[in-house]
């Protein structure tokens, strides 16, 4: 048996067991690159879209991470769009200066409201020393027309104001119907703001891709700067001898094709991050207590893994949104 390996901190406050990690797909790497493209030639907005659970606020979490590593001082703010019976303009400024930050983002009227964001946003541009900002909204899909028009006045006056407004637009392939629908009614107003450019956001599509994405845990450390990467936090024994997820891509991608087929689906396989990195989670905190110098992860293990993270109930559910588009 391996010898007692004293971890750095205690198991339950690890990120993995937490859930409260970033690994970077690439899709999310073609997502910054995009963003920073948008950046660079001062495109006023874009569409990045997928079905759910295909990681888009994970992608932004982690766009947001990056852009502030090599924009340190620029403002990237996002909110959440959120699904109601009535639009409300009150509520709908209320959720913007939440978003920039604004203490007192729920009182005063709404003339109010629209000038303490404008006010809010140009005191934090100025001090970032740029004049353009990010601001992702999640979601998005459910914005109505007048939550746009809202939106492009608060577009409008930054912009006489010298301040490009770059909204990116995240949400499910709705938001392409949306588009079409704007173009059709002729809301070019908000086509040209809002939706230039488009970009599809893919699940994990090849053996490669699932070897990116567990290279980070390898890689990845916490506590930060330590030499304890999420692999060897949960197996010691087998790191210490060579053990490495990303030598796993080849079996677990076997183990979700196996899957895949077993269920008879006949879109093209496409695993979604969600069920991807909770596969994962399964298999390091299930396999922790059996950590061992000679210890695998074996084909059987990765199966189970992959059969209780609910990979196939969301797949089964995807093809029935796909049959109805």
Not at 12 to 28: A, D, F, G, L, R
Not at 126 to 135: A, E, K, L, T, V
Not at 237 to 265: K, N, P
């Amino acid at each position: 048996m391996a010898e007692t390996y004293t971890r750095p901190v205690p198991f339950e406050n690890h990120p993995v067991v937490e859930q409260k990690y970033i690994v970077p797909t690439p899709s999310i790497e073609e997502m910054y690159i995009r963003v920073k493209k948008l950046i660079r030639l001062r495109t006023p907005g874009g569409i990045m879209f997928a079905h759910p659970r295909f990681g888009k606020t994970y992608g932004i979490r982690y766009v947001m991470s990056v852009l502030k590593e090599d924009f340190p001082k620029a403002v990237v703010l996002s909110f959440g769009c959120q699904k109601k019976k009535h639009q409300s303009e009150d509520a709908f400024f209320s959720l913007l200066l939440t978003a920039a930050g604004h203490p007192g983002a729920l009182t005063g009227n709404i003339t109010k409201k629209r000038m303490k964001l404008t006010d809010k946003i140009m005191e934090l541009v100025d001090r970032s020393g740029y004049n353009w900002f990010i601001i992702f909204a999640d979601e998005a899909q459910r914005l109505d027309i007048i939550e746009y028009e809202w939106l492009r006045d608060v577009h409008d006056e930054l912009e006489r104001r010298g301040v490009r407004m770059i909204t990116l637009l995240v949400g499910q392939p709705d938001l392409l119907n949306q588009k079409s629908a704007f173009r059709i009614g002729r809301q070019t107003q908000i086509v040209s703001r809002f939706m230039i450019d488009e970009m599809q956001f893919r699940g994990l599509q090849t053996p490669d891709d699932l070897a990116t994405c567990l290279e980070s845990y390898d890689e990845a450390c916490f506590p930060v700067k330590s030499d304890w990467s999420y692999t060897r936090f949960f197996l010691p024994a087998a790191y210490s001898t060579g053990f490495r997820l990303v030598h796993q891509a080849s079996v677990l991608w076997d183990a979700f094709i196996e899957a895949h087929q077993s269920a008879q689906f006949q879109h093209t396989p496409e695993i979604p991050m969600q069920y991807f990195t909770r596969s994962v989670e399964i298999a390091l905190l299930e396999n922790a207590e059996f950590d061992d110098y000679n210890f695998v992860l074996t084909p059987a293990k990765w199966r189970s893994a992959v059969a209780e993270c609910n990979f196939v109930s969301a797949q089964e559910e995807l093809r029935m949104v796909m049959l109805e588009e």
